[in-house]
Every structure is written in structure tokens, then in C-alpha cells.
């Protein structure tokens, strides 16, 4: 079963521009959860998708925002770039809410 | 707020040394999780602790769930540079804004050669 997968796998962006991150999650499963990973912060969660509506969201300004299509494909988007949005985004699957989470390679932005 | 707090933020260590780190929290879990990171990649799922005293192995790591289940430990015995990653423990979160699974913020661990 092929794992969750990320594109692209970095990115460089100038402040202002705006970004979308794709993530296919294992097939099957229907909550896909998106994380910003910095040295500083750790893992700070963005927002969690099921069958298609936000169940829940993190503490990020609207400049975040997600969305999920009906074959569980994720996609995130970022707008106004500022130079603190660089960080490694991950993307996690699972079945279910509190199942367990498979993580995807992630995407490295960097914004300039 | 549910947190988990883990110790010590970074470990370095020569080949062949024995190793603990820790995942505290004041809150207690139903389950635990530990993950590895390797630079770039995505966590890792390595195992999830369910019962309050619970061991598990995987081959020379070693999990420890604490009887309160507040609290969990990974040993890793004549660590090899491949265990090199950031460790990090997570655990369910019943609603609210840090999502379904809450992590700490690692402890990263260098094996030497």
C-alpha cells in the first residue's frame, strides 16, 4: 500500500507570494491532518480534514487555510508569505480521528 | 491544556552507549505514541503504548508506559549511528485546537560512530 504522499518536496517563495501544498493520503484513509514543524516550535497543528469539512482547526491566522477534495486528496494553502512561514509542512492520514497518524515526507518551504 | 513535555532536548552520544530519554505530562493519556524523524523526512510511527505499566520492545529500543499513564520512556540499548532522528511522543487530544494527536517537542538524539 503506497504511503502518503507530499508535492513538491521544497519550495522557495519571496514574501507576498502565496503557496499550495498538495497531500495524498493512504488510500482508504479519510482524515487528513496538516502540521508546521520549525526548530523553535516543534509540531504545531494547522488544521484536520474528514470526508471533505474542517473538523478542527489550529491556533494560525487565516493567512492558512485547507481544503479537502472527495478522494481524501489535501491540499493547503498560504498567502502573504511572511519569512516566519518557513518551515517543514507535514501532512498525516489516518482512518479514523484518533487513529494512527502516517506522516507524509513533507514539504520544506523556504520564503525569501 | 493537555502538554507533553520531553527530556533532554538534545542527546549526543558515542556508538555502543546506552541511552533513556522521557515524555512527562501532567494529564493522563489513554495511549502514547513514540515517533522518529530523520532530517527531512516525515515522522515515523515506532510504537504506541495502550496499558499503564505496559513494556515493548523493538529489537534494541525498549517503551515504558508509566502505571499513572501520564508518563512514558524509551531506552535504547548500544545505540548505532542509524538511531540517530528526533524522537518525539505524542498523544490523543480530545477536541480543542491543537488537534486529535498533541506532540512533544522532541528530544534529538546523535550517535557518534
Known amino acids: ?112 | 491544556t493537555q502538554l507533553l513535555e520531553q527530556s533532554p532536548q538534545f542527546l549526543s552520544i558515542q556508538e555502543g552507549e546506552n541511552l533513556t530519554v522521557y515524555c512527562n505530562s501532567s494529564s493522563v493519556f489513554s495511549s502514547l505514541q513514540w515517533y522518529r524523524q530523520e532530517p527531512g523526512e516525515g515522522p515515523v510511527l515506532l510504537v504506541t503504548v495502550v496499558t499503564g505499566g505496559e513494556v515493548k520492545k523493538l529489537k534494541r529500543l525498549t517503551f515504558q508506559f508509566g502505571d499513572a499513564r501520564k508518563d512514558s520512556s524509551l531506552h535504547i540499548t548500544a545505540a548505532q549511528p542509524g538511531d540517530t532522528g528526533l524522537y518525539l511522543c505524542a498523544g490523543p487530544n480530545y477536541g480543542g485546537s491543537q488537534g486529535n494527536l498533541i506532540f512533544g517537542k522532541g528530544t534529538k538524539l546523535s550517535v557518534k560512530p
Open chain 1, 1 to 112: 500500500k503506497a504511503g502518503v504522499t507530499q508535492t513538491p518536496r521544497y519550495l522557495i517563495k519571496t514574501r507576498g507570494q502565496q503557496v499550495t501544498l498538495s497531500c495524498s493520503p493512504i488510500s482508504g484513509h479519510r482524515s487528513v491532518s496538516w502540521y508546521q514543524q520549525t526548530p523553535g516550535q516543534g509540531l504545531q497543528f494547522l488544521f484536520e480534514y474528514f470526508s471533505e469539512t474542517q473538523r478542527n482547526k489550529g491556533n494560525f491566522p487565516g493567512r492558512f487555510s485547507g481544503r479537502q477534495f472527495s478522494n481524501s486528496r489535501s491540499e493547503m494553502n498560504v498567502s502573504t508569505l511572511e519569512l516566519g512561514d518557513s518551515a517543514l509542512y507535514l501532512c498525516a492520514s489516518s482512518l479514523g480521528a484518533l487513529d494512527t497518524q502516517y506522516f507524509g515526507p513533507g514539504t520544506r518551504l523556504t520564503v525569501l
